[in-house]
């Protein structure tokens, strides 16, 4: 089956589209209170006390192009695409509860402040690059055949003329030279005395 490009762009649209329209409309508010129900007690179990909401809640968004991601992915099993889903699902959920106590640990105790803010910066970058290593991860077939596609072929032909190179035959060692047959040697070397001799 021929892969479209545009047609995968316009299924990605066409999901994240909908789905960041209902994010923005109280999709947001409703997981944001979800995840303090069932993140904040673990939280002040590492000893948080409170986190600013907003610090942490703008940056929740990391399941609408996971999701977009693995549902319009071409070439991918339906029990690895379902199983991906669940799975990433989880490693975003605790990846939030790690931002959340990053954010506290950056800004709790010094307050808002240049070095606050350069403490916490990475935090918001890995945590907006978690969805798209964990559809990566789940899509690595898919990835590595569109990559041996763009690959130049100038630069596997050298690869392959070595090995061609090496699989050509060789010219078989005559009998006469080859260690292999002694008996080969004494004829010849009894045909010699007989030359001398004459």
Request: hydrophobic share 45%; net charge negative; aromatic share 12%.
């Amino acid at each position: 089956m021929k892969i479209r490009p545009l047609l995968i762009l316009v299924e990605f649209g066409l999901i994240t589209a909908p789905l960041t329209w209902w994010w923005t409309q109280g999709g947001l508010e409703s997981y944001y209170e979800l995840f303090k129900r069932l993140a904040f007690p673990l939280l002040q179990e590492l000893g948080v006390g409170h986190i600013s909401p907003g610090l942490v809640r703008d940056r929740l968004a990391g399941f609408i192009p996971f999701l977009a991601l693995m549902l319009v992915t071409p070439q991918m099993p339906l029990k690895r695409r379902l199983g991906g889903l669940g799975l990433g699902f989880v490693v975003i959920f605790f990846g939030h509860v790690a931002l959340s106590y990053w954010a506290w640990a950056s800004f709790g105790r010094d307050g808002a402040s240049a070095d606050s803010m350069a403490r916490y910066f990475p935090a918001l970058v890995i945590n907006d690059a978690v969805p798209f290593i964990l559809w990566a991860i789940f899509a690595n077939r898919f990835l590595l055949d569109q990559l041996l596609k763009v690959i130049p072929s100038s630069r596997l032909a050298p690869m392959v003329v070595s090995s061609e190179e090496d699989t050509e035959p060789h010219d078989p060692i005559p009998e006469s030279l080859d260690p292999a047959h002694p008996g080969d040697a004494k004829n010849r070397e009894a045909g010699e005395r007989g030359d001398g001799d004459d």
